[in-house]
Nanobody, 124 residues
Framework: QLQLVESGGGLVQPGGSLRLSCVAS????????IGWFRQAPGKELEGVSC????????SSADSAKGRFTIARDNAKNTVNLQMNNLNPEDTAVYYC?????????????????WGQGTQVTVSS
């Protein structure tokens, strides 16, 4: 009944932009904390950009600050990740995750619901 579906990934050149979307069904995202995570080949899962329930606070990886922006579109039950000035180190599978209410550490992976992921490849 509960589902998260990511979309918007693809192949872009360094310096380009992508907008990822996470659409929820079976529950309402505005009462959940939301995180965008990524996993690059041979690397551990990394929290990229996260937003708390009720939009009390946000948290981002240092590498994402100033380049990535997380935002809700409550009318569409969707959370978007705008990614600008991409570089090859951003290449990874990106996952959307949701947790009811608040989490102790927003981008540490303590989320119960996960999407299937969408591939982002940054290459010239």
């Amino acid at each position: 009944q509960l589902q998260l579906v990511e979309s918007g990934g693809g192949l872009v050149q360094p310096g380009g932009s992508l907008r990822l979307s996470c659409v929820a069904s079976g529950f309402t995202l505005d009462s959940y904390s939301i995180g965008w995570f990524r996993q690059a080949p041979g690397k551990e899962l990394e929290g990229v950009s996260c937003i708390s329930a009720a939009d009390v606070s946000t948290s981002s990886a240092d590498s994402a600050k100033g380049r990535f922006t997380i935002a809700r579109d409550n009318a569409k039950n969707t959370v978007n990740l705008q990614m600008n000035n991409l570089n090859p180190e951003d290449t990874a599978v990106y996952y959307c995750a949701a947790e009811q209410g608040f989490v102790a550490t927003m981008c540490a992976g303590d989320y119960h619901y996960w999407g299937q992921g969408t591939q982002v490849t940054v290459s010239s």
